[in-house]
């Protein structure tokens, strides 16, 4: 799983953080998403795909490594 936060979108809510920290965090000046780990370990991903339906602006997006 790979995650980025498309920056436009993000209105800076702060849901993704709350939900898990350990993978989301907000810039200080605009309070908009940084991905802290954007390949999260496997037991955070139930609560990353959390994130993704709780957020409202649908700036986190999920991708699948598909490396040979
Ligand atoms: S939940 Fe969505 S809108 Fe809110 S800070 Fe996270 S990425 Fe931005």
Redesign the pocket.
């Known amino acids: 799983m790979r995650i980025t ?3 436009e ?11 898990v920290g350990e993978v ?1 965090d ?1 810039r200080e000046d605009d ?3 940084v991905v802290l780990r954007p390949e999260p370990p496997a037991e955070t991903w139930e609560l990353v795909r959390e ?1 993704v339906d ?7 997006v999920l991708s699948t490594d598909r490396r040979p």
């Open positions: 936060v498309d920056a979108r993000c209105v800076g809510s702060g849901m993704c953080v709350l939900t989301f907000q309070g908009r998403a994130a709780l957020c409202p602006a649908a700036a986190i």
